[in-house]
């Protein structure tokens, strides 16, 4: 009976990845040095070798004084573009266009059976609460959210700027901004940012977000199964610097990008690389701060990784390889940018996070409760997620808040406050071993106890346990290296007051006032939706590391 049920258990484990190619075949993203003729020299070259332009971005490439564009060919594979790319004299980068994912952590849901739970640790532990007697944020202030989209919710809607939100998911491959609607949030994980960062404060509804008041707009790059390439991150990005050009007034606090890929190209070969260049070109213009979520792959962060990816035996999804590293959080030389960990409410490191110097700061990551998308499961609109996904926007939420009440701060004095105010007492080792070990441990023993509880005697049960753990413990010891070595981060977690006095303390600083308040905690999660005067219950789930 053991090795019948263990034969079922490796054949689900180990079923086929949806994603089977780390980048889009038969596409590069390129820069051209600007030739004589521009756009009809770079479509001769493009035709020379079978290809054509698909997409240039034309903001990136005004700011920077190069070509950046996206190039498919039909018959030729990316390798051989890229051969064929990389000699010309008129080519300063090309590389593949890379698949990107969501950088949340797991996606296992239980529904909690206690409805006063405290929803709003995360926003406690980075005390946002004591700025809001000074500040709850101001609709002057925009955040840009590259995701998934923002569903309309009603704990989010007052606070999302619509005209400005648009979608950039593609349909065959093929770029159609008419496909799907901004808020066509099918995963959730966008949403859940979203509520982080700005969900309704005082209102009675739900929960309150680190902004009671803000302008989101959602740019939605993330399709339906949560991925994207890097072109759709480059359109993000280039649509952030128009809005940035043709509105010098505006006050874009950050964008928050809880998103990712690993990548074979060491940081200091990156900086030759389009995926950085575009970054690079909206940097530069030193308008908003750039917040990435540091990966869920419990590895040291800023070095090559020094061995493959343990956990696919379990995830059935490489997360990552030897010898790669992760991006867009592990871009270097960039001035407004912040690298995000996680933290859970007893201070310690997320499993899951990847950490280490090159790390910038902590924010809470594990268990935190928002604003979900019933488009998932057709009733879900409050949910508990984990992930560096979720630390991000706590950050992002972070210098939108501290922007509300100093708003000629530049990205770089918002980005100073935030680390130097980090709480460098409360920055955990590491011990990815053993969480990680206890974690698909766990995960399997729920399986098996779901799927073939009635088939198995205790005495089998504990024979299988006792195997789970033993395999277990050997597919993750290369981790063991990292056990207890390592901080999660430089500077240590996210404290919001802190950063607040530090503005404060600049001269001719410019605090705006604000009534006091508090985190808004619902103990009934049945709403009066003003909107239609409807009644309606709404579920809420829990996602878990598990």
Not at 15 to 34: I, N, Q
Not at 349 to 355: E, K, R
Request: net charge negative; glycine share 6%.
């Amino acid at each position: 009976m053991k090795k019948f049920v263990l034969a079922l258990l490796i054949v689900f484990l180990m079923s086929p990845s949806a994603m089977s190619s780390s980048y889009k075949e038969g596409e590069v993203l390129a820069v051209f040095r600007v030739p004589e003729g521009s756009s009809a020299r770079i479509s001769e070259i493009a035709g020379s070798i079978n290809a054509r332009v698909a997409e240039t971005y034309e903001t990136l490439s005004e700011l920077d004084g190069k070509i950046f564009v996206l190039i498919k060919s039909d018959s030729k594979t990316t390798e051989e573009l890229i051969n064929e790319l990389k000699n010309n004299p008129e080519v300063i980068s090309v590389s593949p266009n890379y698949h990107v994912k969501r950088q949340s952590e797991s996606s296992e849901v239980i529904t909690p059976n206690d409805p006063y739970f405290d929803s709003c640790w995360g926003i406690k532990k980075i005390r946002a609460p004591e700025v809001w007697p000074y500040t709850t944020g101001s609709h002057n202030i925009y955040v840009g959210v590259i995701d998934s989209g923002i569903y309309s919710h009603p704990d989010l809607l007052a606070n999302i700027s619509q005209d400005l939100s648009t979608n950039y998911t593609t349909v065959s491959g093929d770029y159609d901004k008419t496909f799907s609607r901004w808020d066509a949030d099918m995963g959730g994980h966008g949403t859940h940012v979203s509520g982080i960062i700005g969900a309704v404060g005082d209102n009675e509804l739900g929960i309150s977000g680190i902004n009671w008041d803000v302008s989101m707009f959602s740019i939605r790059v993330l399709d339906n199964s949560e991925y994207e390439t890097i072109s759709e991150e480059i359109r993000a990005i280039n649509y952030l610097a128009e809005l940035l050009k043709n509105n010098p007034d505006m006050k874009i606090a950050a964008v928050n990008m809880s998103l990712g890929a690993y990548l074979p190209i060491s940081p200091s070969e990156m900086q030759n690389n389009v995926y950085w260049m575009a970054f690079k070109a909206l940097d530069d213009m030193n308008r908003v701060l750039i917040v990435t979520a540091a990966g869920n792959a419990s590895v040291k962060f800023g070095s090559a990784i020094p061995f493959d990816d343990p956990a696919y035996a379990f995830k059935n999804m490489k997360e990552f390889s030897k010898g790669e590293y992760p991006y867009p959080a592990g871009f270097t030389g960039l001035k407004n940018f912040i690298t995000v960990a996680a933290i859970d409410s007893s201070d310690k490191a997320g499993v899951f996070s990847n950490f280490g110097d090159s790390v910038d700061i902590t924010a809470p990551g594990v268990d935190i409760l928002s604003t979900y998308s019933p488009l998932t499961d057709g009733s879900t609109m409050y949910q508990y997620l984990s992930g560096t996904s979720m630390a991000a926007p706590h950050v992002t939420g972070a210098a939108a808040l501290l922007m509300s009440a100093f708003p000629d701060s530049t990205p770089e004095q918002i980005k100073n406050a935030l680390l130097t105010g980090a709480n460098k007492n409360i920055n955990p080792l590491v011990y990815p071993y053993e969480g990680n070990v206890n974690r698909y441990i766990t995960r399997q023993i729920n399986y098996i106890d779901m799927n073939y509880g009635g088939l198995l005697t205790l005495e089998s049960r504990d024979m299988m346990i006792q195997e789970i753990t033993q395999n277990t413990r050997e597919i993750f010891s290369p981790y063991k290296q990292y056990d207890g070595k390592y901080k999660l981060s430089r500077n240590g977690l996210l404290d919001v007051k802190a950063a607040y006095d530090i503005l404060a303390s600049q001269p001719e600083a410019n605090v705006i006032q604000s009534s006091s308040g508090g985190c808004n905690i619902a103990y009934s999660f049945t709403f009066l939706i003003l909107a239609g005067v409807i009644l309606a219950e709404y579920s809420i789930k829990k996602k878990i590391n598990a």
